[in-house]
């Protein structure tokens, strides 16, 4: 019996991390539309199906995935990755607060009122320009990004970061992620992962979502007990 009460104990959910892009607001579309800005311009086939391979990864990974090993000099692959961060930071200056994606900022609210710790754990370094500009910097306790850590997702570091931050171990925290690399680093991490998009792009996820309108912090944690 003491045992069973362990566990239950050991695993009680304390903690949500969120990723950003695609999750909190749909920023990911302004990742591929830049990407396919510059893909173009080099002739390379990408379509959104190979945007996913590109999902979570660095800025610089996600280029060499997109590239498909082809190499370019390296000032040319500087330059490029420069003007693919400069149109998607023109694409932000559109986000305001209305631009949560479904059910997003209800979601973190009774995330809060219900006691839970909110952190958000993304490889982007316009994350915190992008809080800013949806106005949510109220509805986390911490934010964890790619400047924080040396290795980018598939690599746990932001999520372990992010619970050493709130202060909760990794068997208590749930990471919500779009992206196959995100599910991967969560898992790595010790956390359960909810996905947010399809089964297909994320097979390996413990819970899928197409977003979270109406579903309740309740619900995730008695499903994932
Ligand atoms: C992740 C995105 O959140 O951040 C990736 O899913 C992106 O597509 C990565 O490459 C890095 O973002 P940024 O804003 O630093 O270029
Ligand atoms: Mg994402």
Same mark, same amino acid.
């Given at each position: 019996?003491?045992?069973?009460?362990?566990?239950?104990?050991?695993?009680?959910?304390?903690?949500?991390?969120?990723?950003?892009?695609?999750? #909190?607001?749909?920023?990911?579309?302004?990742?591929?539309?830049?990407?396919? !800005?510059?893909?173009?311009?080099?002739?390379?086939?990408?379509?959104?199906?190979?945007?996913?391979?590109?999902?979570?990864?660095?800025?610089?990974?996600?280029?060499?995935?997109?590239?498909?090993?082809? #190499?370019?000099?390296?000032?040319?692959?500087?330059?490029?990755?420069?003007?693919?961060?400069?149109?998607?930071?023109?694409?932000?200056?559109?986000? !305001?607060?209305?631009?949560?994606?479904?059910?997003?900022?209800?979601?973190?609210?009774?995330?809060?009122?219900?006691?839970? @710790?909110?952190?958000?754990?993304?490889?982007?370094?316009?994350?915190?320009?992008?809080?800013?500009?949806?106005?949510?910097?109220?509805?986390?306790?911490?934010?964890?990004?790619?400047?924080?850590?040396?290795?980018?997702?598939?690599?746990?570091?932001?999520?372990?970061?992010?619970?050493?931050?709130?202060?909760?171990?990794?068997?208590?925290?749930?990471?919500?992620?779009?992206?196959?690399?995100?599910?991967?680093?969560?898992?790595?991490?010790?956390? @359960?992962?909810?996905?947010?998009?399809?089964?297909?792009?994320?097979?390996?996820?413990?819970?899928?979502? @197409?977003?979270?309108?109406? #579903?309740?912090?309740?619900?995730? #944690?008695?499903?994932?007990?």
């Amino acid at each position: 019996m003491k045992i069973i009460y362990f566990i239950i104990m050991k695993n009680q959910k304390k903690a949500f991390i969120f990723d950003l892009d695609g999750v #909190v607001t749909d920023t990911a579309e302004y990742h591929f539309q830049a990407w396919k !800005t510059i893909a173009d311009e080099l002739n390379v086939p990408f379509d959104r199906h190979k945007n996913e391979e590109l999902k979570g990864v660095s800025r610089e990974e996600s280029f060499k995935r997109l590239l498909s090993g082809k #190499v370019l000099p390296p000032d040319q692959f500087k330059s490029l990755m420069n003007k693919k961060n400069d149109l998607y930071r023109s694409f932000l200056k559109k986000l !305001t607060r209305n631009d949560m994606l479904p059910g997003m900022r209800e979601f973190l609210t009774q995330s809060r009122h219900d006691g839970f @710790k909110t952190a958000i754990g993304s490889s982007s370094k316009n994350a915190a320009e992008i809080i800013e500009r949806l106005e949510a910097n109220d509805l986390f306790d911490s934010i964890v990004c790619g400047a924080d850590v040396p290795n980018a997702k598939p690599a746990p570091d932001l999520f372990l970061l992010a619970a050493n931050k709130l202060n909760v171990p990794p068997e208590q925290c749930v990471v919500f992620e779009d992206a196959y690399s995100g599910i991967t680093a969560a898992h790595t991490a010790g956390m @359960k992962a909810v996905g947010i998009g399809t089964k297909e792009a994320l097979p390996e996820a413990d819970l899928i979502y @197409k977003n979270l309108n109406s #579903v309740t912090p309740e619900q995730i #944690v008695n499903l994932l007990v």
